[in-house]
């Protein structure tokens, strides 16, 4: 089911018509996207791992479909690169964005292969406001996000709202340091030419304290702060080292 897109608090517009001009590239592994593409292993294993440290699915188990009795919620899903694998592993999915041509993508790639994921061109704000949809989500996630949100303390607000009292909420993005400046920033954008000029604003990336602080004020605890770090083989491994990509999990206190 797809919903037509309305002004919301929490979007950028700047950032959803650079989005939607990169439709087309949501799934080409080698075009603009390629990063994401890199960085989807290890978000998925540290989404797994927060699910499986608030025991909401065993640690171990011999299952194909681990997440088959969870209702879950990808907010800024993009072209659905992290919401079919989490859809895969048996999860209800719904998957939000505000970007109209990215949402068309998504749906288009789930139907080719037969991946249902219910897809909805919104902002978090408009599902919010849908009663059913209120404190019904066992996990959120909202991943290289929250960055590019213009209000962060309504986004998590929001966030609140949609988890179930029991849920986790994920997010993963990128620290404001001088580290994420050169790599992140200009490296990845002007150097490396790796992601698209202007993709990332340095001022809106968030600290691992000002993120626990925002969720904080709305009852939720992150206790979980986990550091991604690039391998020599061009992938990512977890690290305590937080100074330009970083995880972080948590639930309501």
């Known amino acids: 089911m797809t919903a037509p897109k309305t002004p919301a608090g ?4 700047s950032d959803i018509n650079r989005f939607n001009a990169l439709a087309n590239s949501w799934w080409d592994e080698t075009g603009p996207m390629k ?12 989404i797994r791992k927060s699910i499986q440290n608030r025991g909401l699915v065993p640690a171990e188990t011999s299952s194909d479909l681990p997440f088959a ?16 694998p989490i859809a895969r592993l048996g999860a209800t999915v719904t998957a939000i964005d505000a970007s109209d041509g990215a949402i068309a993508a998504a749906t288009a790639h789930a ?5 249902a994921i219910d897809y909805r061109c919104m902002a978090s704000e408009e599902l919010a406001a849908i009663a059913d949809y209120q404190h019904h989500f066992d996990v959120i996630y909202a991943s290289e996000v929250i960055e590019h949100v213009s209000d962060i303390k309504a986004f998590t607000e929001t966030i609140a709202q949609l988890l179930a009292p029991d849920g986790v ?7 404001r340091t001088m580290p994420a400046l050169l790599f992140a920033k200009f490296a990845a954008e002007y150097v490396l030419k790796i992601v698209p000029a202007g993709t990332h604003q340095f001022e809106k990336f968030v600290r691992p304290a000002e993120l626990r602080a925002v969720f904080q004020e709305c009852g939720i605890l992150i206790d979980d702060v986990t550091g991604f770090v690039p391998t020599p083989m061009g992938t990512f491994k977890m690290s305590p080292i937080t100074a330009v990509n970083y995880g972080a999990a948590g639930s309501f206190t």
Do not use: K, S
């Open 10 to 13: 929490t979007i950028d517009q």
């Open 169 to 175: 909420v994920v997010i993963t993005t990128i620290n």
């Open 35 to 46: 990063p994401l593409h890199l960085f989807t292993p290890i978000r998925l294993d540290y």
């Open 111 to 115: 139907t080719d292969h037969n991946i």
């Open 69 to 84: 009795h969870l209702n879950i919620l990808d907010i800024g899903c993009g072209g659905g690169l992290l919401a079919e």
